[in-house]
């Protein structure tokens, strides 16, 4: 699929580029993370939350509310799922460039299902800063580089942690997979516990 800049027109439904907070100290600290073969998240990084640019990020981009600062590192090249909180996102790309594939939580149909067909990808250049709005569908990243990618992951304190589900009140709670998460998949991913309702193409990044 066709790759846009961060910094295209195109990007500005799905969030903009944050500038103006130095972040050398995460970049630094996300040298020492693990990048394997498969993907893997994790919440919250004491390392990571213990920079000084961490707090900046809490306090500027979050207006002081309580984040955790963690990480998604790894291998990808595929769509597999989108998700989506009640909050905006904040990504930084370490290391390497890497690509989002977004989409917006407006185009779910009543169904709960998804056109994967109507998503966009977008580069984020290494060192890269960027707001993901809570209107907008992504999931993890995928590298370019051969050596996979490295992404800060920072939002309010306690999403993406296990949830115990109680009764469904609405049909939205059938994407509820996590705190603060609502997640759809795609069949071909086999993703335990999720609701399967991405149509169309896997998407992949070549």
Not at 17 to 46: F, H, N, Q, S, W
Not at 50 to 68: F, L, N, T
Not at 100 to 123: H, N, P, V
Request: proline share 6%.
């Amino acid at each position: 699929m066709q790759i846009k800049e961060v910094t295209d027109a195109a990007f500005r439904p799905y969030g903009k580029v944050i500038r103006g907070i130095d972040v050398t100290d995460i970049l630094e600290a996300m040298e020492k993370t693990p990048c394997p073969e498969d993907t893997m998240y994790t919440p919250g990084d004491p390392a990571i939350e213990a920079c000084p640019s961490a707090k900046i990020i809490a306090d500027s981009v979050y207006g002081g509310m309580p984040v955790q600062v963690g990480y998604c590192n790894g291998h990808n090249k595929k769509l597999n799922a989108v998700e989506y909180h009640r909050d905006s996102e904040v990504n930084i790309a370490c290391g390497h460039d890497l690509v989002l594939i977004l989409g917006k939580e407006q185009d779910i149909e009543d169904d709960l299902t998804y056109d994967s067909g109507k998503m966009e990808a977008f580069r984020v250049p290494a060192g890269t800063m960027v707001e993901v709005y809570a209107t907008s569908l992504h999931y993890a990243p995928c590298n370019l580089d051969p050596a996979g990618f490295r992404c800060v992951v920072v939002l309010p304190k306690g999403t993406n942690t296990d949830i115990e589900k109680g009764a469904e009140a609405t049909p939205e709670d059938k994407l509820l997979f996590a705190r603060n998460k609502w997640l759809i998949s795609h069949p071909e991913a086999e993703i335990a516990g999720s609701f399967a309702g991405i149509k169309g193409e896997n998407l992949t990044i070549d």
